[in-house]
């Protein structure tokens, strides 16, 4: 589950890891009012808005901006509060932005003694252990540095054992060209921020940039959080941090329906049981040209009512021109599952408006084509092998 910046930070200061301060607002009059509290707890006088999107490149697309004074807090978050944000990370659309981060302004004064750096955790899963990536060049597009200059790309590995150790925070610190109290800062921020990410069953932490101030502290400017969902029953003051508007409204509600929906752009609708054969199933439409628009693992028990509710989700993309209903039946019966299909088609009445190729293989298969054969009026073709039903999809398709 992905958290917003301000959520982000949150967690991190719960751990006592240095953020730069801030507060959330809806509206341009909430804004100017987080500013003055702002101004009271920090001192600040200068501020930076802040879109919260589960986005990065924010700044990129214009929705990070300094604000000197109260007015502009004003007219800042008026423009950004409501806007579309293009950025990099987001589809040539953009994201809605219903809120802004009011936050000090930690680069002034004197921000020509300000340092960048990159600092993120997260699980190497080649090893199966977490490990801190961090890198001197921060601030900017780390994709970048990977490509141009991977020697500028630290790891530290974590042995599970003994959790990250002092003397590896101090080598990260030196790494980063740190010395004096901006290194002892920094060994106490990745200690205290390894701490945060294990204690928190996080799945990703991404801090870019860490910023060492002028007077040497070292505080997360930035916070991509990523908690892992299957821990998340471990940590029930952490559900009120789930954003739907962020989410795709597709699988939201596949996911009420206890269904496995991931949406993708091509126009093939799948329904398959079991995530490996899922994924089987989408590289075979790719194989025989197609592109998949969703993932869906409809579980073991295909029967009718469940079928019924995968062909409602996947029919609520515009895109899908066609549907494989591609399902093994090994403790769950072919011709049972065929005519779950059947008398789901049948009870949708006129909602189904494009041709279903079902392939269904394992116990009764010869029965289960032979029940889908027999029907008439309905636009459903049967198919044996795996191969023929993506065949099949294409032919439909041209
Ligand atoms: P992102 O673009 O989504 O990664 O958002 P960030 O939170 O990383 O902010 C983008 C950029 O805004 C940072 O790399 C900083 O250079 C700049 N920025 C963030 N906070 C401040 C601030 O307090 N003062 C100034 N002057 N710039 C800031
Ligand atoms: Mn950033």
């Known amino acids: 589950m992905n958290l917003h910046e301000y959520q982000g930070k949150e967690i991190l200061s719960s751990f006592g890891v240095g953020i730069q301060r801030g507060i959330v607002a809806q509206t341009p009059e909430e804004a100017v009012e987080a500013a003055k509290q702002l101004t009271e707890q920090t001192g600040t006088s200068w501020y930076v808005v802040k879109a919260q999107v589960h986005a990065g490149g924010r700044g990129k697309g214009g929705g990070v901006k300094l604000a000197k004074n109260l007015e502009e807090v004003k007219t800042i978050s008026d423009d950004i509060i409501g806007m579309m944000l293009v950025t990099p990370q987001t589809s040539a659309e953009g994201k809605l932005v219903s809120q802004v981060l009011i936050a000090e302004d930690v680069y002034y004064p004197g921000e020509s003694e300000t340092e960048e750096f990159y600092v993120s955790v997260l699980l190497n899963r080649a090893t199966g252990k977490n490990m801190v990536m961090y890198s001197p060049e921060g601030g900017m597009d780390i994709e970048e540095v990977a490509e141009k200059t991977p020697e500028l790309i630290f790891t530290e590995e974590i042995d599970p054992g ?15 060209g740190l010395s004096g109290n901006a290194f002892k800062e920094m060994t106490k921020f990745v200690m205290s921020l390894y701490k945060a990410y294990e204690k928190s069953d996080s799945a990703m932490f991404e801090i870019n940039p860490v910023l060492k101030t002028s007077d040497n502290k070292i505080i997360a400017v930035d916070a991509k959080v990523s908690l892992d969902e299957n821990a998340l029953y471990r940590h029930q003051d952490y559900l009120a941090y789930r954003d739907i508007r962020e989410e795709h409204p597709i ?61 409602r989700i996947i029919l609520k993309d515009p895109n899908v021109k066609a549907i494989l209903v591609n399902i093994f039946g090994g403790i769950v019966r072919c011709d049972r599952v065929a005519q779950g299909v059947v008398d789901a088609y049948k009870n949708m009445k006129n909602a189904i408006n494009v041709p279903i190729i079902v392939r269904l293989q394992g116990t009764n298969a010869v029965e289960a084509k ?19 039903a993506a065949e099949k999809v294409q032919e439909v398709l041209s």
């Open 251 to 311: 699988e939201v509600e596949a996911k009420a329906a206890g269904l496995n929906y991931v949406a993708l752009d091509g126009n093939v609708g799948c329904m398959v049981n079991g995530a490996g054969l899922a994924m089987g199933t989408m590289d075979l439409i790719k194989q025989a040209g197609g592109e998949p628009a969703n993932f869906l693992d409809v579980g073991g028990t295909a029967d009718a009512k469940r079928v019924e509710i995968a062909f």
């Open 162 to 176: 003994t959790g990250l150790l002092p003397f590896q925070a101090r080598k990260i610190a030196f790494n980063l």
């Open 370 to 388: 032979a029940l889908i054969d027999a029907q008439e009026g309905l636009n459903v073709i049967s198919a044996v092998e795996f191969q023929e």
